[in-house]
C-alpha cells in the first residue's frame, strides 16, 4: 500500500456522476492518494492509516515539524489512486499491473477510510469516490509531501 501524503491549507474533490454532482472539502490537514496493491490486506490498512494519522508534519510554536493531524486537530481528504503503483520502466506507457483489481482495492480503500475515521473522528475525515474521475483541488503546505508505504 501507497499513501502520497500532502500537508495542505485546504483540499478538495468534485465529481460529476450520473448527473449528480459530489463535492467535499477540507480545512487545515492532509490530503492522502492512496495505492492498493494485490498483496495488500488489514495488516496493511491499518498500518498505512495509523502512520497518516500520527505523522509529525506540522510545525510546532519554534516551526519544526513536530505536530500531527491528531495534534492539529485537522482534516483529512482521502482519494483512491491506482496510478501510485503505474510503472513505467518500459517505453513510454506505464503499466498498472501492480494496482490491486478494483473489487479488492475499494474493499480496502473502504477499511482504510473507516480506520482514518476511528483515528481522527468521522467528521474530521472526507472521501472521494472510488473509481470515478475526480477533480482534486490541493493548496500545498509548505510544501509538504511524504510517501507512506506498508512494509
Do not use: W
Not at 501524503?5 to 492512496?34: A, C, D, F, P, T
Not at 482534516?75 to 489512486?81: D, P
Not at 476511528?118 to 470515478?132: E, W, Y
Amino acid at each position: 500500500m501507497r499513501a502520497l501524503v500532502q500537508r495542505v491549507r485546504k483540499g478538495s474533490v468534485s465529481v460529476k456522476r450520473n448527473g449528480e454532482n459530489y463535492y467535499k472539502e477540507i480545512g487545515r490537514g492532509i490530503v492522502i492518494l492512496l495505492g492498493i496493491t494485490h498483496s495488500d490486506g488489514e495488516s496493511e490498512v491499518n498500518f498505512v492509516a495509523d502512520k497518516c494519522s500520527n505523522l509529525r508534519i506540522f510545525p510546532d510554536a519554534d516551526d519544526k515539524m513536530n505536530l500531527s493531524l491528531k495534534d492539529i486537530e485537522g482534516e483529512a481528504l482521502v482519494i483512491s489512486q491506482f496510478t501510485l503503483y503505474g510503472d513505467a520502466r518500459k517505453g513510454n506507457r506505464p503499466n498498472f499491473m501492480n494496482a490491486a483489481p478494483p473489487d479488492i482495492a475499494e474493499a480496502l480503500y473502504e477499511k482504510f477510510t473507516a480506520r482514518m475515521k476511528i483515528n481522527l473522528g468521522t467528521d474530521k475525515v472526507k472521501c472521494g469516490i472510488f473509481g470515478a474521475m475526480m477533480d482534486v483541488e490541493i493548496l500545498n503546505e509548505g510544501p509538504v509531501t511524504i510517501l507512506v508505504e506498508s512494509k
